[in-house]
Each structure stands twice: as structure tokens, then as C-alpha cells.
T-cell receptor
């Protein structure tokens, strides 16, 4: 595909369940970013991966959040024991080094 | 510390008129990148315009142009001949790779309404 692909587009889960959100970046982009956006709000940085370097996890809000990037390509954001305050849109973006970010359409997570 | 401030939570503009969205930033680096992103109601973020700090010339993309004032650390976006499709959230962002990180710093956004 030509753009950043995120799946699922919508996810409804029950409080306490684990969820996995997937991001498929643009081929050849070395950097991959995860953001969280609450309704009508700005972007909250979560984590980024750059090539083979250790990821910058400084934005992860708690140890219930984790992410991995396999083979320098696809990334999965995992939220364990989801809470209602985790409800938000999760955006993924990829870029070349110091290039513009290309964003996916996001995953809307609703925790009931 | 690297920061980005958008002081206008919401702006309105009449169709076909011109509007300017403000953005100020702070960085101790001399070489960096600045961006304006647009997020329409469909929520997909797209790049509007990009400026390299070492370039003195203001970037332009069709109806979109910036006023980059490096000394004042100001990076405003001007939208000319506003169209209904310009209605969206606009985010200003900076990237400071010489500081050792490729983390983008975003402002809180400005919601632009275009009035018919």
C-alpha cells in the first residue's frame, strides 16, 4: 500500500481486557511513531522507533502500555488491562529520517 | 526545553478570505524543522507545509504560506482564498534532530472554521 495502514479502525473492549493495535508503515521509512489523541485534543506522544536504535518510550503513560516493531517494519501497540481512560484514538506515523511524518487513519479505542 | 505553542484554540474565516494561524516555539538548536499539519474531521493527518530553519525563504504551497521569523521563534500559517475544505484542526510541530532525538513536538492545535 502507498500509505500507513492501521488496524483495526475501531475497537470496542471491556475494561480489564488486553488489546493490540497494529501499524503497517510506509515501506522504507526508518522511523515509526505512536500517538494518542483524546476527543478534540492534541497529540500525546507515546513511543517512537528509529532504525535499530533503542525505542524512545518516554511517552508511555504506564507499564500497561508496550510496543514492539518487528523486522523494522510492522509495529504493535499493546495495552494490558485496559481502563476507561485509555479510550482515545491511537495514531501511528512513519517517516524517513528528519522527513515529514505520514499518518495512518488511526484506531478508535473504546473501553466500556 | 523544546516547546510549541498555539495560542488560538479556535479561529473562523469567511470563505474566500485570508486567515493566519499563529505558532511560536522554543529550541536551543540552530538547525531544525517546522511543520504545519491539517487534521480534517475524517481525522487523517496530512502535511500542509514544511520549513527548514536554515532556509530564510518562507515556504509556500499553493494557497498556504508561512511567515517564518527565526529570531522571534515564530512560524505562522497563512491560508489565502479560504475554502470550505480548509475547515480542520491545524497542528504546528517542530523536529530537532541535532538535539539527538527524532521526536516531533506538537502544539495543542487550532480549530479552523470556514464560514460560507
Amino acid at each position: 500500500g502507498a500509505g500507513v495502514s492501521q488496524s483495526p479502525s475501531n475497537k470496542v473492549t471491556e475494561k480489564g481486557k488486553d488489546v493490540e493495535l497494529r501499524c503497517d508503515p510506509i515501506s522504507g521509512h526508518t522511523a515509526l511513531y505512536w500517538y494518542r489523541q483524546s476527543l478534540g485534543q492534541g497529540l500525546e506522544f507515546l513511543i517512537y522507533f528509529q532504525g535499530n536504535s533503542a525505542p524512545d518510550k518516554s511517552g508511555l503513560p504506564s507499564d500497561r502500555f508496550s510496543a514492539e516493531r518487528t523486522g523494522g517494519s510492522v509495529s504493535t501497540l499493546t495495552i494490558q488491562r485496559t481502563q476507561q481512560e485509555d479510550s482515545a484514538v491511537y495514531l501511528c506515523a512513519s517517516s524517513t529520517l528528519a522527513g515529514e511524518q505520514y499518518f495512518g487513519a488511526g484506531t478508535r479505542l473504546s473501553v466500556l | 526545553a523544546q516547546t510549541v505553542t498555539q495560542s488560538q484554540p479556535e479561529m473562523s474565516v469567511q470563505e474566500a478570505e485570508t486567515v493566519t494561524l499563529s505558532c511560536t516555539y522554543d529550541t536551543s538548536e540552530s538547525d531544525y524543522y517546522l511543520f504545519w499539519y491539517k487534521q480534517p474531521p475524517s481525522r487523517q493527518m496530512i502535511l500542509v507545509i514544511r520549513q527548514e530553519a536554515y532556509k530564510q525563504q518562507n515556504a509556500t504551497e499553493n494557497r498556504f504560506s508561512v511567515n517564518f521569523q527565526k529570531a522571534a521563534k515564530s512560524f505562522s500559517l497563512k491560508i489565502s482564498d479560504s475554502q470550505l475544505g480548509d475547515a480542520a484542526m491545524y497542528f504546528c510541530a517542530q523536529l530537532n534532530p541535532t538535539s539527538g532525538t527524532y521526536k516531533y513536538i506538537f502544539g495543542t492545535g487550532t480549530r479552523l472554521k470556514v464560514l460560507a
